[in-house]
């Protein structure tokens, strides 16, 4: 079955870290690109990180010296750490995997991280 799932979200204080993580079944993963995304309540979904087959890297200037994105070909799965977080990174956290000069184009269900005092 083709399917990323991911875990890791909650509650967190301001200046508190959290680490996403998405774990990814029935697909090639080292294959892919992967990527965080986010939606906050009226906002449309933007891009948060993404890492590519080789490891490249790409981030938000917004999250930019806060978050890093990684991932374990071995399992299968790709995380987010996050940390210093702010009220402003409250959103639903999606996992994404494209597979490259492909239309195959995946989303996990979505993760819900709010950043509260």
């Known amino acids: 079955q083709v399917q990323l799932v991911e875990s890791g979200g909650g509650l967190v204080q301001p200046g508190g870290s959290l680490r996403l993580s998405c774990a990814a079944s029935?697909?090639?993963?080292?294959?892919?690109?992967m990527g965080w995304y986010r939606q906050a309540p009226g906002k449309q979904r933007e891009l948060v990180a993404s890492?590519?087959?080789?490891?490249?890297?790409n981030y938000a200037d917004s999250v930019k010296g806060r978050f890093t994105i990684s991932r374990d070909n071995a399992k299968s799965t790709v995380y987010l750490q996050m940390n210093s977080l702010k009220p402003e990174d409250t959103a639903v956290y999606y996992c994404?995997?494209?597979?490259?000069?492909?239309?195959?184009?995946?989303w996990g269900q979505g993760t819900q991280v709010t950043v509260s005092s």
């Open positions: 890492i590519t087959f080789s490891s490249s890297t």
């Open positions: 994404n995997a494209v597979l490259p000069t492909t239309t195959h184009n995946l």
């Open positions: 029935g697909i090639i993963f080292r294959l892919y690109t």
